[in-house]
């Protein structure tokens, strides 16, 4: 039975108590013959100043780890000459002979160097300031598996070194090939990521420890879009938490880390300039491509091959004091084709045919500076702000065709039905023009200090961070239409070659009117049907949060440490979205000249003159910007849809705040010699959301009497307050007119244990509760209410659940990880994850209680109220992990050349079962990534692949081209990564990365089990291979 909440705030408080009543007990005198030790451990050939390095007194259970600025320090000592050992991955340890006198501190600084040459035979070393390419990647990798092996929990790290320059200063690119992780892409871009199958919603990301809003204010999952970080160190992923973590990551975390000012004792100017290719071409057209130039207008043209630069700058000034900026700024011209063919499954044959050709420039910029400031013994301050800007100006042209009505067909082609007595098809053809304009920006703030006092450990942090997202047409600065839309109708089409769709290819597609044959590419023969403006005026994302924490060693124990901390944030979120649409000279007929492309100077000739299909077809585009000037000159002829953008208006209004409130207990003991580590603890949290937005009331649109009750006419039916459509709308929908207050909050355990059965082999086990909040637009209250005139059986209330609480995941976990043993690094994990309360949607019958709590009367009783609710099912999601990375350098008997390979592979295997698991869906089963790299000298060549398997949707729902049983999914793809490096100076190094090598679409299908493989093509998206080329210098 699950315990009442007034039993656990007992527990708690009694636990908090306790354990605040044996800290503060006064520490056991120390032994009078006892001393410390302090020190810093450098890296002999990098000079950068070593953390995570384990620093013990042999023979004895003191250790200490070195923190970000390399120092460490040992109290209680017995006095004497002792034997001090500094060990980290990847290098080789060091001891040192130390003398402790009694009551006094000394002194001892490690320089740890290069755990094996690295010169290649046939090689002549390149004598550099820092690194050889050969030892930069070896210690980036040892750095990284330092920070995992001596983990409390179990999590991967990732070092920016170890996948080298990428350009975009995105931290998704650094995690594709961490087992258990999947990127999202949107298509080119990392988006976000889902961790062990769970949404994305469920996967928290922070900065430094911090979360940051996001710049997608409607969404909680991670934005990789607002955590670009110039300065970026290594990235962590936590697969199961600790009481000082979060709960609601559910998937897990992603944390990125920056450069500390601490990081070296000398200064240092690392400089990247490069420029960024986007292109849909074959490599061999490559040297072609870096030298295009053009674009759809001001805001796309230029060259393809645009410029960018990254700088960091780290100035330790004193040892008290350090500062780093950095600075970045990059613009990537994309080039995407987007193949979507829609199929009758049931009849078999292809109904509609869909191209479009995207470009986009994506322009971002990012600049930071952080303060890290020692003033006294045991106490670090840092501050730091940066700011994020995100630019997208993105060109759409949509090129469709429908065959109509009575359309026959097969695997490789579609023939329309034949014209009628006037000569006319039921094909349409249709030109699409989409301009948007996203402009993206983020602010970060945050202020830090750490503490060592008579025993005490602490900690506090603060931060403000503000995003906001707009997107703009129609308006000074941006003379376009968001979207164009016109048609030609009456066509006869006949379209082949579907067989070539898979491969970038789209159909051909012919067509006749009135018995002559017609060019459908032609946007002159047009109709201009209606032009719109959907616009964000303004969304924005306020995060405030503020963590505090305090541990101690136990007077009585000194392996066992308690900590206790508060963490509180606020956010606040601003939605603002609306379309407005005018429609084109809507009082003549279709076809009439007065409503023809080609009556008005329209097109975009050079873009069209540019672009062109793999099929050969060259569309004659719709500019917007040109049908916009006729709007300037010419209002007249459009005619403005008032009522549809008062709805739009009002359905995009919503705000929410959302307070989250923890307390947590943790305790860490080591035993056995410090081998055995456990974590163990609790975490509550409370969470309160305040919410409105629009409310959807037709039954406003009807007269009623005094008491509320409907108004009806002779013939029994609701008589409405107007005949005016705009006056209805205004009746109907109501801005933030829908209020919802919610709080929850629970208790949240864990418990983590790690077992060193040697010093590069680690076991580990643990257990964690943690939650998955409700998605953004499952808790900003919004209601549709259907027509009371309506059939009783579509009379429906469509509406937010008050009282949505958080899925929960009950979290296990075994894993093993073996670290260097004769250069292989292993590791496999077991996990399960048992998933309650996820949601659903629900349709019940509306009662008196569920009114009421709407502020709805009972005139609705008739009424079906569909809304989320948390499903009674449960889902077992158990799972695989396995890494293996092998290094032939200690291999001597291969040839000495092959001592700077090495190779590495893993996967991740899901399995979902549980009454639930047929609403559980949007994961990949299986992901199989695997790689090669070479390191010399002066060369680095790198090959990394990413195989994730198909990721299954939900079942569609049954229609008359819709077989039963048919599911949309996105099938398995096969993305390759390859870099290379080459250093021909001691300060400057050539490189080349390039991402998705081979064009790989993103390929999306549906799937019946009675319709052949043919028709399951849905979308694939060609975004094209992503280069980055450029030359790096250190200084």
């Given at each position: 039975m699950k315990p009442s909440p007034h039993f656990r705030r007992i527990a708690v408080a009694s636990t908090a108590l306790a354990c605040w009543w044996l800290a503060s007990q006064p520490l056991a005198a120390q032994a009078a013959n006892s001393g410390s030790i302090e020190g810093r451990v450098i890296h002999a050939v990098a000079g950068t100043n070593l953390k995570q390095v384990r620093v013990a007194v042999e023979g004895t259970a003191f250790e200490a780890f070195t923190d970000e600025a390399g120092e460490f320090r040992l109290a209680g000592v017995p006095a004497g000459d002792i034997t001090l050992r500094a060990s980290v991955a990847g290098l080789a340890p060091q001891t040192a002979r130390v003398r402790v006198a009694a009551g006094r501190t000394a002194r001892h600084d490690f320089d740890l160097g290069a755990r094996d040459a690295v010169t290649m035979p046939g090689d002549q070393v390149v004598k550099l300031d820092v690194f050889t390419v050969a030892e930069r990647e070896l210690s980036a990798q040892a750095a990284a598996l330092q920070e995992q092996r001596i983990a409390p929990n179990i999590k991967n790290v990732v070092a920016f070194e170890e996948f080298g320059d990428l350009g975009d200063g995105n931290p998704g690119e650094f995690l594709k090939f961490v087992p258990g992780i999947e990127v999202a892409m949107s298509p080119a871009i990392p988006s976000g990521a889902t961790i062990r199958g769970m949404p994305g919603s469920g996967t928290l990301l922070l900065v430094d420890g911090i979360e940051i809003s996001t710049d997608g204010p409607a969404g909680r999952g991670a934005s990789f879009t607002a955590s670009n970080v110039a300065n970026m160190d290594r990235i962590e992923v936590t697969k199961v938490p600790t009481p000082d973590m979060p709960a609601n990551a559910v998937g897990g975390m992603i944390n990125v880390v920056g450069k500390s000012g601490f990081a070296r004792r000398d200064p240092q100017l690392n400089l990247s300039v490069f420029g960024l290719l986007t292109t849909i071409e074959p490599i061999t057209m490559l040297g072609r491509e870096l030298v295009r130039s053009g674009g759809a207008d001001k805001g796309t043209a230029g060259p393809h091959f645009r410029p960018g630069f990254d700088l960091t700058y780290i100035r330790p000034i004193n040892p008290r004091l350090a500062l780093t900026f950095s600075l970045a700024h990059n613009a990537r011209w994309e080039d995407k084709d987007n193949l979507v063919p829609t199929w009758n499954r049931v009849a078999l044959l292809q109904t509609q045919s869909q191209i479009a050709a995207q470009i986009a420039v994506r322009d971002r910029e990012v600049a930071s500076v952080r303060a890290d400031w020692r003033p006294l013994p045991g106490h670090s301050f840092f501050a730091t702000f940066q700011i994020t800007t995100d630019d997208v100006?993105?060109?759409?042209?949509?090129?469709?065709?429908?065959?109509?009505?009575?359309?026959?067909g097969g695997e490789n082609f579609t023939q329309g039905a034949a014209a009628n007595a006037a000569g006319l098809g039921a094909g349409t053809a249709t030109l699409a023009n989409t301009y948007r304009e996203q402009l993206k920006r983020t602010w970060h703030t945050a202020l830090g200090h750490r503490g060592e006092f008579r025993g005490w450990k602490t900690a506090a942090t603060v931060s403000r961070s503000h995003s906001r997202r707009q997107t703009l047409s129609a308006q000074p600065g941006h003379e376009y239409f968001g979207t164009v839309s016109a048609n030609f109708t009456g066509l006869v089409l006949r379209a082949d070659n579907f067989g070539q769709q898979r491969l970038g290819t789209p159909p051909t597609v012919r067509g006749t009117r009135l018995g002559q044959p017609v060019d459908i590419t032609d946007g002159r023969l047009y109709t201009l049907n209606s032009v719109t403006s959907p616009q964000e005026p303004l969304m924005t994302n306020d995060l405030t949060t503020l963590k505090l924490n305090a541990s101690r060693a136990l007077p009585f124990a000194s392996s066992t440490r308690l900590m206790a901390g508060f963490d509180y944030s606020r956010n606040e979120r601003v939605l603002l979205e609306e379309t407005r649409t005018w429609n084109f000279r809507p009082t003549?007929?279709?076809?009439?000249?007065e409503r023809l492309v080609g009556s008005y100077d329209l097109l975009n000739w050079s873009y069209s003159d540019q672009r062109s299909f793999r099929n050969g077809d060259r569309?004659?585009?719709?500019?917007?910007?040109?049908?916009?000037?006729?709007?300037?000159?010419?209002?007249?002829?459009?005619?403005?849809?008032?009522?549809?953008y008062h709805i739009s208006r009002v359905n995009g209004s919503k705000e929410l705040k959302e307070a989250i409130t923890a307390g947590y207990l943790r305790a860490d003991v080591k035993v056995l010699d410090n081998r055995l580590w456990l974590v163990a603890g609790a975490r509550y949290e409370r969470t309160d959301d305040e919410g409105v937005g629009g409310l959807n009331d037709i039954r406003a649109t009807y007269r009623q009497d005094a008491d509320g009750n409907l108004i009806r006419n002779a013939a029994g039916q609701p008589e409405r307050v107007s005949t005016d459509a705009l006056t209805i709308a205004r009746l109907q929908y109501r801005e933030r007119a829908s209020f919802a207050k919610k709080h929850y909050g629970d208790l949240y355990p864990s418990v983590n244990a790690s077992y060193s059965f040697s010093e590069n082999v680690v076991g580990r086990a643990a257990y964690a509760a943690t939650i998955g909040r409700p998605n953004i637009s499952f808790i900003i209250p919004s209601r549709s209410i259907t027509d009371p005139a309506a059939a009783e059986s579509n009379r429906t209330i469509t509406t937010t659940n008050a009282g949505l609480e958080p899925w929960t995941a009950d979290n296990y976990d075994l894993s093993f990880e073996s670290y260097s043993v004769k250069g292989a690094t292993l590791s496999a994990s077991l996990f399960r994850k048992k998933i309650t309360g996820f949601f659903i949607s629900r349709r019940t019958d509306a009662t008196l209680e569920l009114l009421t709590e709407m502020g709805l009367s009972d005139d609705y009783l008739d009424y079906d109220v569909i809304t989320q609710t948390n499903s009674a099912d449960s889902v077992n999601v158990d799972g695989v992990e396995w890494s293996w990375r092998q290094s032939l350098q200690p291999i001597t008997v291969l040839p000495a050349w092959t001592r700077g390979i090495q190779l590495w592979v893993n996967g991740t295997h899901l399995k979902i079962g549980g009454s639930g698991a047929a609403n559980f869906s949007g994961y990949s089963p299986r992901i199989l990534n695997w790689g090669a790299s070479y390191?010399?000298?002066?060369?680095?060549?790198r090959y990394n692949v990413s195989r994730i398997g198909r990721q299954r949707a939900n079942l569609t729902s049954v229609s008359a081209t819709v077989p039963a049983g048919t599911y949309d999914a996105q099938d398995t793809r096969m993305v390759q990564d390859a870099n290379l490096e080459y250093r021909f100076h001691r300060r400057f190094a050539l490189y080349a990365s390039v991402r998705n090598l081979a064009n790989e679409p993103r390929p999306l299908v549906t799937i019946s089990a009675t319709a052949p493989a043919y028709t399951r093509p849905r979308q694939y998206t060609y975004y094209g291979a992503l280069w980055t080329m450029g030359v790096k210098g250190t200084f």
């Open positions: 100006h993105t060109r759409i042209g949509t090129y469709t065709q429908a065959y109509g009505a009575g359309a026959t003549f007929a279709a076809g009439t000249p569309v004659k585009w719709i500019d917007p910007r040109k049908v916009y000037d006729l709007f300037q000159a010419n209002p007249s002829y459009f005619v403005s849809n008032e009522t549809s390191a010399s000298a002066k060369f680095l060549l």
